[in-house]
């Protein structure tokens, strides 16, 4: 069974411009969650889909934004890029969400850089 | 003060040693994951707990509703358990809903052969 797969890997914007990363749950998972990683903050939630609706959204402005496809795949939309924003990002799917607690499966994440 | 703390921050053994990394929470949970994240990014979901206590290999979870507590125990420890270890909880919403993942600081730990 294939992975959580996470595109691109790494990514160079410039300040002002942005971003939509993707990201392709395992087969059958119908949940999907977002987390940006910096060295300062560590790991934060910013947001979480399942069926197409976003359930959860962490404490980011709403410049981040995203949204879920029918066959659950997930993007996910930064806009007018600032250089705080360069960070790790990784989604992870799960599969469940409301009737119980569900590992989470991650991907290898999008290393985004903005100069 | 943060929801999730973890301790230690770093945590350096000697191979063979047992280690104990410790995760205390202030809110209230409806599980509780352990992950572990290598150099160069990947992370791996080791745990997730909602009471009592799971074993996986060398590797053992506890948690204690109650206080709020859990432990991550590695026990024979090998310079291929070097990594950062991540407590995450998962909020619980009014309703019995899940809510957010919270994170803890990590501990990075380094085994020495």
């Known amino acids: 069974k294939a992975g959580v797969t996470q595109t691109p890997r790494y990514l160079i914007k410039t300040r002002g411009q942005q971003v939509t990363l993707s990201c392709s749950p395992i087969?059958?998972?119908?949940?999907v969650s977002w987390y940006q990683q910096t060295p300062g903050q560590g790991l934060q939630f910013l947001f979480e889909?399942?069926?197409?609706?976003?359930?959860n959204k962490g404490n980011f402005p709403g410049r981040f934004s995203g949204r879920q496809f029918s066959n659950s795949r997930s993007e996910m939309n930064v806009s007018t890029l600032e250089l705080g924003d360069s960070a790790l990002y990784l989604c992870?799917?799960?599969?469940?969400?409301?009737?119980?607690?569900?590992?989470?499966?991650f991907g290898n994440g999008t290393r985004l850089t903005v100069t | 003060k943060n929801e999730v703390e973890q301790s230690p921050q770093n945590l350096t053994a000697q191979e063979g040693e047992f280690i104990t990394i410790n995760c205390s929470y202030s809110?209230?949970?409806?599980?509780l994951h352990w992950l572990q994240q290598h150099p160069g990014g990947g992370i791996v979901s080791l745990f997730m707990?909602?009471?009592g206590k799971k074993k996986h290999g060398r590797l053992i979870a506890t948690i204690n509703i109650q206080e709020k507590h859990s432990s991550l125990h590695i026990t024979a420890s090998h310079p291929r358990d070097s990594a950062v270890y991540i407590c995450?909880?998962?909020?619980?919403?009014?309703?019995?809903?899940?809510?957010?993942?919270?994170f803890g600081k990590g501990t990075k730990l380094s085994v020495k052969p």
């Open positions: 809110v209230g949970i409806s599980a």
């Open positions: 707990l909602s009471s």
């Open positions: 889909y399942f069926s197409e609706t976003q359930r």
């Open positions: 087969s059958g998972h119908r949940s």
């Open positions: 992870a799917s799960s599969l469940f969400f409301r009737v119980l607690p569900s590992p989470l499966h």
């Open positions: 995450a909880v998962r909020s619980a919403r009014d309703g019995g809903s899940q809510g957010n993942l919270i």
